[in-house]
């Protein structure tokens, strides 16, 4: 009998271990897994209300004339005007405009507004590589609320292979414009450095 109980006890007590590593490990995987939760909605809201103030900024959007930003010359050569101005997070404002513009009289007129830091300043606009910018504008979409920005243009950026994307530097502006060959249709983006 001795010799059973000998045998059992060590079994049991290698049994009893397995139990209470199991049950450590168990312990250990929902405190990682509530730690990971805790941690995703802390970011989730972080990126929530960094996400309200900038929808705040732009649904605070002013309207805003061609000719705030770009003062030099007559701008003739561009129709159905529409602009908005909005800020930034950080304090740096920004315009959208949506206009037409035969590109070959839109750029130079571009390429000629002053600017106050020659140095810094493209001397003419560099055709660029949509596809960053049109994933930014993707990435951005998704954040926003339904009917926040008409971002239908987008569909349209996305699969229209024959639009051009340019950047111009005119120092405090930096302008990124996209041009529809076909309809004329520019849309510029404008970023005003401070």
């Known amino acids: 009998m001795k010799k059973y109980i000998l045998v059992i006890l060590p079994l049991l007590a290698i049994n009893s271990c397995s139990k209470i590593e199991e049950t450590i490990n168990e312990q250990i995987e929902k405190t990682t897994t509530s730690v990971k939760e805790k941690a995703q909605n802390a970011v989730k809201e972080t990126l929530n209300e960094t996400v309200s103030n900038s929808i705040n900024s732009l649904t605070n959007a002013e309207n805003a004339q061609f000719k705030e930003v770009f003062p030099q010359g007559d701008p003739t050569m561009i129709s159905d005007f529409k602009g908005k101005k909005f800020t930034f997070p950080n304090g740096s404002p920004a315009y959208v405009f949506k206009y037409k513009a035969h590109k070959e009289l839109l750029i130079p007129y571009l390429e000629r507004q002053e600017t106050s830091n020659e140095e810094k300043s493209d001397k003419v606009a560099k055709k660029i590589d949509g596809k960053s910018f049109i994933d930014k504008l993707s ?15 987008l569909e349209d950026l996305k699969n229209d292979k ?33």
Request: proline share 6%; glycine share 0%; aromatic share 18%.
């Open 139 to 153: 990435f951005v979409e998704k954040f926003l609320p339904d009917n926040t920005i008409d971002m239908s243009f």
């Open 162 to 194: 024959s639009i051009e994307y340019y950047k111009l530097k005119r120092f405090p502006n930096s302008s990124t414009i996209i041009y529809n060959p076909k309809t004329e249709q520019v849309f510029q983006f404008v970023e005003v450095s401070k």
